[in-house]
Structure formats: C-alpha cells, structure tokens
C-alpha cells in the first residue's frame, strides 16, 4: 500500500511539473508578445553569434520565419525544457542546481539558434529563457511545498507513536493498578481470615474455661 500512493505521489508530482511547463511556456509567451520583444532580431543575432563561434559555412537568415507549424514546434520544444527545468530545480540541490540550470538556459539558447540557422524555424530565444526561469522558479516553490509535505507527514507519524507509547503506558498502569488491587484484596482476606480465626479460638477457650482476661480480650 505505502509503495503504491508514493507511485500515485510521483505520478501526480510529474502531472504537476507538466502543467508548470506549459504555463510557464504561455506566461513567457504573453510577456514577451506583449512586451514586443524583437524576437526576430534575437534569433538573427544567435544565429550569427553561433556561426562566427563555430565557424559555420551556412548563410544565417536575414529574419526569423514565421508560421503555425514553426510556432507550435517552439512551443513545443520550449515546454519539453520547461519540464527539465522543473525537475531539476525540484530533484537537485541549492547549489548544484544554478549550475544545471545555467547550463540548460545556455544549452538551450545555443540550440534553438542552430535551429534557426539551419532551417526554416522560428526562434523566440526570449521567450525560451523566460519559461525556463518561471518553471525553475515553481519547481523550486514545488520543491519546498514537499519538504513541508514530508515534515509535516513525519510529524503526523512521530505523534501517531507518541499516541501508541501513551496508550501502552496507560494500558501498562491499569494493569499495575489490577494487581496492586488483587494483592491488597488478598492480602486484606488473609488479614480478615486470621483475625476471625484468632477471634473464634479465643471464643472456644472462653467457653471452656470462662476465664475473665480471655473474655476481656474478646471484648
């Protein structure tokens, strides 16, 4: 049972890392539409920065293409890497994860140039790094929300066991008290058995010889 809700658990975090992505992919794209950047220029400019870097023999492209097709498949590839970045910001630790995602942002950005200047595709290199800061930026809050999740779980636990080991003790004391009671009983019997039995000894002796230190005893 427990190995199947953390497989529930895992399942519904990465559902959540999916929907991080993809709103983080439309929140950059709002931004950076309605902020007018020139993404157009951006790409151009990578595209050549990647050229000169590498040395490339491929004319880059004057403009960014447009296109439903060459749209969607940025968006697309920005949401794939959104999803990495969420991950790595929720899987990894403070100070490995500047690094990764230093990496991933620079990855990305020389990637989605190279895409650009090799084919017909449309480069929105601003949009891509603002997606990535915004799902890390969740992934780590994601993060965070299940390290309480688990404190709080644990707390649940150490009181469910503090609940147990007080319950056992209180289960421990009425049966110290039980027996305690047994023994006074008992022990109160024999008392009271022996009183009448020394009582009834000294009536029998009363009886035969009526001697007056017996009867003011008995009294």
């Not at 427990?2 to 794209?29: C, D, F, G, P, Y």
């Not at 007018?36 to 920065?49: F, K, L, W, Y």
């Not at 490995?96 to 480069?123: E, T, W």
């Amino acid at each position: 049972m427990t190995e199947q809700n953390n497989q529930n658990r895992r399942t519904i975090r990465h559902a959540k890392m999916a929907l991080i992505a993809i709103a983080s992919v439309a929140i950059s794209r709002l931004l950076t539409g309605g902020m007018n950047v020139p993404e157009s220029a951006m790409a151009v400019d990578a595209g050549s920065t990647l050229q000169g870097l590498f040395g490339l023999k491929i004319q880059p492209l004057l403009v960014a293409p447009s296109g439903f097709a060459s749209d969607f498949l940025m968006l697309l590839i920005a949401a794939i890497l959104s999803y990495s970045a969420t991950l790595f910001s929720f899987s990894l630790t403070s100070s490995v994860r500047v690094v990764v995602l230093f990496q991933l942002c620079l990855l990305s950005y020389v990637g989605v140039a190279a895409l650009h200047l090799l084919m017909n595709f449309a480069a929105r290199p601003a949009m891509l790094l603002i997606s990535l800061l915004i799902a890390a930026a969740f992934g780590i809050l994601l993060r965070r929300i299940e390290n309480r999740r688990r404190h709080f779980e644990a707390q649940v636990v150490e009181l469910k066991l503090r609940e147990k080991e007080l319950s056992e003790s209180r289960l421990t004391l009425v049966k110290q008290d039980e027996t305690e009671r047994r023994l006074l009983a008992a022990d109160l019997h024999d008392q009271v058995l022996n009183d009448l039995k020394a009582l009834k000894n000294k009536l029998d002796s009363y009886a035969q010889t009526q001697s007056p230190s017996i009867s003011s005893e008995i009294i």
